[in-house]
């Protein structure tokens, strides 16, 4: 108060010395005013009243050197322009004389510049905009010489009017008319695609719903920016929107002849029909054979021998297949390895580094026990995954074998293989002998003849263990002769329980993707056999869910509802009915709106399961699409709080107790766990619900940093079955991806007090750092096993998830994403989610009898590599840089794309997050996006320090 009072008094002192300073101030404003601006403003002034001239030809010259004198001034725009500036003030006049003049050029004329003046007119609500109003009543003339703020003002209120006339229509029942908002927009578009503004013209497209004629603006210059625009815009719009923006893209790729980034496109929209219209346009043999490649890594091979795809050259026709099969993929994996000269077998004790950890382990002899061998056991098949040989199997060292020999031969290798696999216990050699197939991953020829023997084997869980690994050998990879499905399809239907599970489980690794019509007709009786154990069962529905992945094959969707329509409600208490519906869910992987009437039949069904299948059905259904609609729905789910302690149905008498380990509804029944633990099936859906956020929102980082924050809610405020889960989804989130922030929240969970939530944080650690060697997880990992080493359980995950991050010695992945995080392969994702779906249940899936359910996790196995090859496809080394890489979407000018980076030659390793680009002009890569296998062919252009061309 005081401080205002001083001035107060002053101003009394000094009334007229204030008054003298308000004319100085007022002499200063005319000051500030030069000569040539006061000049300029009265003669401004002067057309203003002039445009109101009854003379037309006073008006009409008045007007125009108004509109010169504007746009002289918008060329040099440093600051507000002076013609505007005097002007403004006179608008209301100049609206007036608009409305008195009659029809005629003087009268467009003046709308021009009234739309101009009004750009900075404040909008008024169910109104058209100003500028936009007189706009449209203005002269034909090019917008663009009235600048660019004006034309970027227009498209904005062009969007305003448009949604404006949409609700007005709505709310009449009458039909809205676009036209002159259509035919300003047919002026828009192609100014901002000629002044390097495309994401302003795609913007503006996608606001009146017209991005059909986006295609015929773009050209060599700007499709790059344009289509990358597009691509991201994807991310962020509702369905049916996303895809037609990404057919808009495709269509642009195909009129320029950028044929291998209209397959990455063809792939993001995932329709059959796209895919096989750009493997027809492709013409060069080069690029054809590129184009084989990326559809090899997605996991989605075309028809080439028949259908609209063939191939009349049988010599090409071999050629692609082999690419298209994956069949070199070992080849190229080895090449990779004895380039960093990591060729050598690693034992489990090599990772363990027991000798690193403080006196907390036991003292004394080491005792042999099961649970450590089946730990060993994992770790080996992990670290030396698709080597082709280890030191527990396939060599005499570690196996203290009765033959020696390298495991070269099938006999060698067959002989040391048997000493390790009776280290295990019963179930534990199905495991131990299914690791071969790890170690010989990819590798069909070589690898089945050494399985073979395991075929034979008096013990049931070695057949079984061996047929596994049949599967495993053929992952990702197919072969002409089609031996898996020889060496399986009789396993299918025998006695035993384990063969059969192995046998099934084999068919699902081997044909994951294929959609191969034999493998359904022989699960498909599996499933609906009411006499079939269910945990067999629900494996055949894994299987079929893995074949015809995000397929919605009507036979099988048919099967797995009839199962859990039919099955009494006994088998549904059952933990192995939740991988039933997981199977059903995988059908409809990323399918979006097609799963709604699968949904509904899902609520017809036993309360037991509906909502669990409905839960898994959305999840699977709109994984990858960051729908926000349904997250948002995950997380209320989420929050809710079910009574378990309430009364029993009647129907429900036993629980998930121990008995239900045994996996086939009958034991189920005699495991009763008490009143406490009767209805915690109540919450089973919950845990489905937090996976389902880290599903929906992996598609983009925002997404992906958005559910992070949603995560630490729900592990401080959820109930038991969501902070269960918690962990699990942020393993999804982050795949082979290890960021501080994640793994140090992950630690801190694993040694939370709740056993299940410190269990699956355990395991989430080895899936979040899958394949990176990170030395920091690794110690992180060594003090959890020196921690939990009394406790066997966790013991043993936390060895598994050592292993894990030793994956194939830090040159394999688990991340489903590729092609620079654009694309995500939906039979890696089926992989993780089945592994995923074991972890809420670890108690009767890994920590129980089916403990080589983790094998499903190598369906998502790929080598983390950039390899060059020439057009011969021989491997060919080039300098590339290596960096992490820089969103430059919607950027000026040609930013750089990646920072930090090293330079190497090829073949490199790529972390996640990390992007190449060539180093050198003497080759041109066929692909945009440096990952994988990528040819390579000279540049005609370049030539070297002699001055001679390339040859």
Known sequence: ??????????????????????????????????????????????????????????????????????????????????????LRPHLKTLKETYDKLVEGDNRKLLADIISLLAMTDAPVENVMPESLKYRLVGSDEDIGTWGHEYVRNLASEIGTEYHRRQEDAAADGTQANFDDLVTLVNVIVPFHMQHNAEPEAVDLLIEVERLDLLASHVNEGNHVRTCLYLFSCSSYLPEPEDSEVIKVAHDIFMKVGKFTDAMRVALRLGVQEIMEKTFIATTDKQER??????????????????????????????????IMSNSNLSANYLTLARDLDVMEAKLPEDIYKTHLMEGRAPAGAAVDSARANL??????????????????????????????????????????????????????????????????????????????????SMEHQVVAGGLLAVGLINVNVRNDCDPAYGLLYESVNKENSSVRIGAIMGLGLAYAGTQKEEVQELLVPVVTDDL????VAAFAALSLGLVFVGTCHEECVQAIVQALMLRPEKDLEDPFAHFLCLGLGLLFLQRQGEVEATLEVAKTLSPRISEFLQVTLEACAYAGSGNVLKVQAMLARCGEHPD?????????????????????????????????????????????????VALIASAEELGSDMAVRAYDHLIQYGDAAVRKAAPVGLALLHISNPKLNVTDLLGRLSHDSNEDVAQTASLALGIVGAGTNNARLAGQLRQLSSYYYKDPSLLFLVRVSQGLVHLGKGLLTLSPSHSDRSLNSNVALAGLIISAFTMLDMKHTILGKHHYMLYYLLVAAQPRMLMTVDEDGKPLPVSVRVGQAVDVVGQAGRPKTITGFQTHTTPVLLSAGDRAELATDKYIALVSVLEGVVILKPNPLWLDESGEAAP
């Open 1 to 86: 108060m005081g401080e205002e009072k001083a001035p107060a008094e002053g101003e009394k002192k000094t009334d007229d010395g204030k008054k003298d300073g308000q004319t100085k101030k007022g002499e200063k404003k005319e000051v500030e005013l030069s000569e040539e601006d006061a000049a300029l403003k009265e003669n401004l002034e002067l057309m203003v009243t002039r445009s109101a001239d009854p003379e037309a030809g006073v008006a009409k010259l008045a007007m125009e050197t108004m509109r010169s004198s504007i746009k002289s001034a918008t060329s040099s725009m440093t600051s507000v322009p002076k013609p505007l500036k005097f």
């Open 289 to 322: 054979r590129q184009l084989c490649y990326m559809l090899a890594r997605h996991g989605h091979p075309l028809r080439l021998d028949e259908g609209p795809c063939e191939v009349t050259d049988s010599d090409e026709l071999e050629e692609l297949q082999n």
């Open 375 to 456: 730990a060993a056991t994992f770790v080996n098949a992990f670290v030396n995954a698709g080597f082709g040989h280890d030191k527990l199997l396939t060599s005499s060292e570690g196996g203290e074998g009765e033959t020696a020999g390298d495991g070269a031969g099938a006999t060698a290798g067959a002989g040391s293989n048997v000493s390790w696999i009776f280290k295990n216990k019963d179930h534990g050699k199905m495991s131990a002998a299914a690791s071969l197939g790890s170690v010989l991953l990819w590798d069909v020829e070589d690898g089945l003849p050494r399985v073979d023997n395991y075929l034979y």
């Open 532 to 535: 079939t154990p269910l945990d």
């Open 644 to 692: 378990l302690e309430g009364e029993e149905p009647p129907t429900a008498t036993a629980s998930e107790g121990e008995g239900a380990g045994a996996g086939t509804g009958a034991g189920a029944a005699e495991g009763g766990g008490g009143d406490g633990e009767s209805r915690e099936w109540l919450a089973d859906p919950q845990s489905v619900a937090t996976l389902g």
